[in-house]
């Protein structure tokens, strides 16, 4: 079992990847964007949507029948990669894979100011919504005691992200993206800071009503912060998209793991530690983007 997960997890990691430098292939700017925001939507929807379909394949059948699923998905994928995509980076771009020209490509990366402080950037706003789904079941079902509804109340969030998607795909045409990406990290530092303020006075555990508006709304900004971070990591790096789509996503997941691995085991019955952990990292976010451009006006 523990050799199956390693490879899924190499399999899985696979396609983020690949996906980033596709998509940097071929668009550049808001158009890169409009793109990287459904993108990522996705990547971050189906950790939230997989427990109702997980229930949903239990009530019929056997846990055997989550892995048949996983397998007819893999064969799917790959049948449509070889039958439907073509190749995107044209042959004079090509690299030879060796050693050599990979490590250059990666310090260029960490050499590059912009492309490292918004893969930071994206490392806190991923870190926060990681803690939310690492803190997720004991909130909704310890603390809310929500019991079989819990997969429906943790998926139904997702709308707030498919809802940001949208605006942002409209909003890039004639927003800069650096500014939209400051003014949502500061809209989730300002709530995060007023509902933890709700939160302490109603002793860590305010409606549940409450609660779920508040999260519709972070769910909000941190769509608007995804696909535009993305984009605005990966604008300067075209001519090494693999290797930088590659060192982005591991800087800016080893980030997310830890930070959100912290928030979830800081769980103390309350909704406390989650909520000051979307507002710090929300703060920490929003200086990180001040770096990245020291003279954008706000």
């Not at 292939?25 to 997980?54: C, E, K, L, N, Y």
């Amino acid at each position: 079992m523990l050799a199956g997960r390693f490879l899924q997890g190499l399999g899985a990691a696979g396609p983020r990847i690949v996906i980033m430098a596709l998509v940097r292939d071929q668009f550049a700017g808001p158009a890169m964007a409009r793109i990287m925001s459904i993108i990522i939507t996705v990547f971050v929807a189906v950790p939230m949507v997989a427990p109702f379909v997980g229930q949903g394949i239990l009530f019929v059948s056997t846990w055997r029948a989550i892995f048949v699923l996983l397998l007819v998905l893999s064969l799917a994928v790959l049948a449509w990669f070889a039958i439907r995509q073509p190749e995107t980076l044209p042959r004079s771009a090509r690299r030879p894979f060796a050693l050599r020209p990979i490590a250059a490509a990666a310090r260029e990366v960490f050499a590059t100011r912009t492309s490292l402080a918004y893969t930071l950037a994206a490392g806190f706003a991923f870190g926060a919504i990681f803690g939310y789904i690492n803190s997720a079941q004991q909130i909704f079902q310890d603390l809310y005691a929500v019991g079989e509804y819990f997969p429906l109340y943790f998926s139904s969030l997702t709308v707030a992200v498919g809802a940001a998607t949208l605006c942002n795909a409209r909003l890039v045409s004639f927003v800069d993206m650096h500014r939209l990406c400051r003014y949502s990290a500061w809209a989730q530092a300002v709530l995060s800071i007023l509902f933890f303020i709700v939160s302490w006075a109603c002793s860590g555990a305010p409606p549940l009503w409450s609660m779920m508006i508040y999260l519709a709304a972070i769910f909000f900004c941190l769509g608007i912060l995804f696909g535009n971070l993305n984009a605005l990591a990966m604008e300067p790096l075209g001519h090494i998209a693999g290797v930088a789509a590659s060192v982005i996503g591991t800087i800016s997941w080893l980030i997310t793991v830890v930070l959100g691995t912290l928030i979830g085991q800081s769980f103390d019955g309350t909704i406390l530690p989650l909520v000051a952990g979307f507002a710090v990292l929300s703060v920490v976010c929003s200086a990180t983007l001040r770096w990245a451009r020291p003279r954008q006006i706000a």
